[in-house]
C-alpha cells in the first residue's frame, strides 16, 4: 500500500466514524474539510471503499433515505450505498490514532492526522507535534545552508522564492509552539482547561480541520493520484 493511499484510508475511516456516507458525501467531505484531498476523483476513493471492505473495516448497505428510493427507479440506476464502519474498522481507526511514526510528520499525513486530534488522545498529539517541529527544524537547518551556499549564485527572484520557503516553515515551527504549549498546559485549542482531546471544527466549511487561533501554514500538497 503506497503511503497516499495509506493517508486516504486514514481519512475516511475518521470520517465514518462520525456518520455512515454515501460515497458522494465522503468524497464531498474530503475535498471540503481535509485540505490534502482537495484534489482526487471518485477512481481514487472507490477502489479504496472497496479495500476497506474487502478487509471488514466497512459494509455496504443500500440508501434508506426516502429521496434514494425515489431517484433510483426513476433514473434507471441503483440506490446510492452507504458505507458504515464495523466494530474491527473502528479498532482499526484506533489503532491507526495512536501510532506517531515518522509518518505521521510527513506535510500530507500530518495534515491529515491533526484533521482528526478531536478523536487523538493528548499524549499521542503531543508526540506527533513534537515530531513534526523537529522533522520541520531539521528542514529549516538544511535551508539554511544551503542559502548560505549558495546565495552569491543565485538572482534575486530566486533567492526571494527561498526565502519565501524558509518563511513558511518559520511560521509553522512557531504555529506548532503555540499549539504544545497548550497542550502541556492542560489547554483545548479554544483555551478552555481540558483533560480530554481536544476539540475542533472539521465539518464542511471549516478551516479543514486546523484551528481558527493563528494561521496555521499549507502542508497539503497537489494530489498526483487525481483521476
Known amino acids: 500500500m503506497s503511503r497516499r493511499s495509506g493517508?486516504?484510508?486514514f481519512a475516511v475511516l475518521g470520517?465514518?466514524?462520525?456518520?455512515?456516507?454515501?460515497?458522494?458525501?465522503?468524497?464531498?467531505?474530503?475535498?471540503?474539510?481535509?485540505g490534502v484531498f482537495r484534489a482526487f476523483s471518485y477512481g481514487t476513493l472507490?477502489?479504496?471503499?472497496?479495500?476497506?471492505?474487502?478487509?471488514g473495516w466497512?459494509?455496504?448497505?443500500p440508501g434508506n433515505t426516502q429521496e434514494d428510493a425515489l431517484a433510483a427507479p426513476l433514473a434507471g440506476r441503483r440506490a446510492k450505498i452507504?458505507?458504515?464502519?464495523?466494530?474491527?474498522?473502528?479498532?482499526?481507526?484506533?489503532?491507526?490514532?495512536?501510532?506517531?511514526?515518522?509518518?505521521?510528520?510527513?506535510?500530507?499525513?500530518?495534515?491529515?492526522r491533526f484533521a482528526f486530534f478531536g478523536q487523538t488522545s493528548r499524549d499521542v498529539r503531543m508526540r506527533v507535534l513534537e515530531g513534526r517541529r523537529?522533522?520541520?527544524?531539521?528542514?529549516?537547518?538544511?535551508?539554511?545552508?544551503?542559502?548560505?551556499?549558495?546565495?552569491?549564485?543565485l538572482d534575486d527572484y530566486t533567492l526571494e522564492l527561498q526565502r519565501h520557503g524558509m518563511e513558511s516553515v518559520e511560521r509553522e515551527v512557531r504555529w506548532l509552539n503555540e499549539?504544545?504549549?497548550?497542550?502541556?498546559?492542560?489547554?483545548?485549542?479554544?483555551?478552555s482547561a481540558s483533560g480530554g482531546p481536544a476539540q475542533q471544527d472539521t465539518t464542511t466549511g471549516s478551516t479543514g480541520g486546523l484551528p481558527r487561533r493563528g494561521e496555521a501554514p499549507r502542508t497539503d500538497t497537489p494530489d498526483d493520484t487525481a483521476t
Open 7 to 9: 493517508i486516504l484510508e
Open 82 to 112: 452507504v458505507y458504515r464502519l464495523t466494530a474491527e474498522g473502528k479498532e482499526h481507526f484506533e489503532e491507526l490514532l495512536s501510532q506517531t511514526g515518522p509518518d505521521a510528520y510527513e506535510d500530507e499525513h500530518f495534515a491529515a
Open 58 to 61: 466497512l459494509i455496504e448497505e
Open 179 to 191: 499549539l504544545i504549549e497548550s497542550e502541556r498546559a492542560g489547554r483545548d485549542l479554544r483555551g
Open 46 to 55: 472507490y477502489p479504496c471503499l472497496k479495500t476497506l471492505v474487502a478487509n
Open 134 to 153: 523537529s522533522r520541520l527544524e531539521e528542514r529549516l537547518e538544511k535551508m539554511r545552508a544551503s542559502l548560505a551556499r549558495t546565495r552569491e549564485r
Open 15 to 34: 470520517l465514518l466514524r462520525e456518520s455512515p456516507m454515501h460515497g458522494y458525501e465522503l468524497r464531498k467531505r474530503l475535498n471540503t474539510s481535509l
